[in-house]
């Protein structure tokens, strides 16, 4: 008897999934899962179902998926998604698999060989997590309703359409990369049956991989914030701009994942950096520490909160560190620049503010060797008006004095003719 798979693309007619300006989760699930269909199509004794294949068409309620897939005898239920966080701050791949016995047994050792694939192409591993709901049982429906007619599912999540950090690696992929992305979640099926297929060449028959043993019990979900995160300041450049600092934290039941901090006590953070920097998270650990450099804010302090999310996103922050500020940028006006202010002269009718301002653009004044140049820096007009208006002033003057000679002399010479005509 050949083994029977059924994939199931996420969403579907009104149903869009995650959407963004740039992608419809259900066109991308679709697309996924009928690379993974074609592919896993060709490897021998198996056949490959899907539970629904136009993404346009009225979506189906979890309850029919599985339906599908029992009526279709299924050996297992693959559900294929894409991922979108509230905060568009998280990224990377992660599976979500059921938290009872056998059923996370098979889900773990597939998901295992499904993340070496994913972090190969590059996407962060998040974790291969359980999620249990309010009644105690597997929180997603799909995975509930599965186990409960006997047919292990997991839920792949492959990729944040929301974070650069994914889409960066979906772009560059292309058209193309969907296929890849669906060729590795078949080909991660078949290592998991050590499946063959002599079309293709491929023999997994002796692909060998670690099997989780079965849990003695429910396998539960971090439900707990790290229990501590404390920061220390190690260094300091004020030219540079840059305080190196050593963020240590510790969780009591799962890895340490991301990091971010705040340069205003926590009011707004940064975009979510990996805990270690590597996708595969094998160096992610419960208790660790890191040194991490964040930037100064240039002429003023800043209180520094590091913020550390473990694998489940839940977070706690730092105690508050004061950075010292920036060292304001000086920078030297340009010899030439210089020389062309010396150049300037007034002419007698009197340069303007305006003809001064063009021809510096504005940025500095003429007494000023040194100055700071900022965007909001705007053209001293003081001391180039003081020089005109002095000039003017003495122009005024002069020329009031020889008018007041000239009428004088000219008055005088006049009365001596009228007094030699009388004469
Ligand atoms: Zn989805």
Redesign the pocket.
């Known amino acids: 008897m050949s083994l029977r798979i059924v994939i199931d693309p996420?969403?579907g007619g009104e149903s869009l999934?995650?959407n963004t300006d740039e992608y419809i989760?259900k066109y991308l699930?679709a697309k996924v899962a009928d690379y993974m269909k074609e592919r896993l199509s060709q490897y021998d004794g198996v056949e490959v179902f899907l539970t629904r294949s136009n993404p346009d068409a009225a979506e189906l309620s979890i309850k029919e998926r599985v339906k599908i897939a029992a009526d279709h005898n299924a050996d297992f239920l693959f559900s294929i998604?894409?991922?979108m966080s509230v905060d568009h701050d998280l990224y990377g791949s992660e599976v979500w698999v059921s938290a009872f016995g056998d059923y996370y047994r098979q889900g773990k050792d597939f998901a295992d060989i499904e993340m070496e694939g994913l972090t190969s192409l590059g996407f962060f591993d998040r974790g291969i997590k359980t999620k249990i709901g309010k009644e105690g049982t597997d929180y997603y429906g799909i995975m509930r309703y599965a186990c409960e007619s006997n047919i292990p599912a997991v839920i792949i999540e492959h990729c944040h359409m929301d974070e650069s950090r994914d889409t960066d690696i979906l772009k560059a992929g292309g058209e193309e990369f969907y296929k890849t992305l669906g060729y590795l979640d078949a080909d991660s099926v078949a290592k998991f049956y050590h499946l063959s297929s002599s079309s293709l060449g491929i023999d997994y028959s002796n692909y060998t991989y670690e099997q989780e043993p079965l849990p003695a019990s429910v396998v539960m979900p971090d439900l707990t914030a790290p229990s501590t995160c404390d920061i220390e300041l190690i260094a300091s450049d004020t030219a540079v701009g840059e305080a190196t600092v050593k963020v240590s934290a510790s969780d009591g039941e799962s890895i340490l994942q991301y990091y971010k901090y705040s340069l205003d006590g926590g009011a707004t953070y940064s975009k979510l950096y990996p805990w270690n920097d590597e996708n595969t998270a094998k160096a992610a650990a419960p208790v660790g520490n890191i040194t991490i450099t964040v930037p100064l804010t240039e002429d003023e302090q800043s209180e520094l909160k590091v913020a550390v999310c473990n694998r489940f996103d839940l977070a706690t922050e730092s105690n508050t560190l004061s950075l010292p500020a920036k060292e304001k940028k000086i920078d030297r006006i340009p010899e030439d620049k210089l020389r062309e202010y010396d150049n300037i002269t007034y002419d007698e009718d009197g340069a303007t503010t305006d003809d001064i301002s063009a021809s510096k653009d504005g940025t500095y004044s003429a007494d000023d060797a040194y100055t700071e140049v900022t965007s909001d820096m705007t053209y001293e007009k003081s001391s180039g008006n003081t020089d005109i208006i002095l000039f003017v002033l003495f122009a005024a003057i002069g020329l009031a004095a020889i008018l007041t000679l000239g009428i004088g002399i000219y008055v005088r010479n006049t009365k001596k003719r009228r007094r030699r005509r009388r004469r």
């Open positions: 996420g969403h999934g995650g989760e699930d998604h894409f991922n």
